[in-house]
């Protein structure tokens, strides 16, 4: 069984380096010069909701920080989610970034009672956290977590 596991795991990381073989360094610090002008809003949002705020890099990752940006899935928005997870958590106009972000902020805080590591915390963002429960990390959530941790690390080594 553990031989299954790891060559599902393998077979994963496979696809997702295929997949983002697009994503370079350049790309990354393209899409942090884009969303510089959010970054002040977005970042005091999470400190005075007591979220950390390296979760803006989650935002960068999703949408680029682009307000009309929608995934095949359906979610939407500039935090990348499901209409029926905005409404959820409070929020009506996804596509808003203050309202967005508060509602991000709500799912962050019910996924991190539940997931301990920053890398689940991610990863369950991306599918859900009775998925990741469920059915392990897919392929497409380990590729968040991958893009997320580049773009904070470059946003650092900037400074």
């Not at 979220?51 to 990752?61: N, R, T």
């Not at 940006?69 to 929020?91: D, E, F, N, V």
């Not at 106009?93 to 508060?102: F, G, K, N, S």
Request: proline share 2%.
């Amino acid at each position: 069984m553990r031989a299954i596991y790891i060559s599902v795991i393998i077979l994963s990381l496979i696809v997702i380096m295929l997949q983002c073989r697009y994503c370079l360094a350049s790309d990354y610090e393209a899409w942090l010069d884009a969303c510089a002008p959010y970054r002040a809003q977005v970042v005091e949002i999470l400190v005075s909701e007591g979220i950390s705020e390296d979760f803006y890099y989650l935002m960068i990752a999703e949408s680029r920080c682009k307000d009309g940006a929608k995934s095949s899935a359906g979610a939407i928005g500039y935090w990348q989610l499901m209409p029926a997870t905005a409404r959820h958590y409070g929020c009506s106009e996804p596509h808003d970034l203050e309202c967005a972000t508060r509602a991000a902020v709500r799912y962050l805080r019910s996924l991190s009672s539940r997931f301990a590591s920053w890398d689940r915390i991610i990863m369950a963002y991306n599918q859900g956290g009775h998925n990741l429960m469920r059915n392990g990390a897919s392929a497409e959530a380990i590729g968040l977590l991958r893009r997320v941790n580049a773009i904070r690390d470059i946003d650092k080594s900037r400074k």
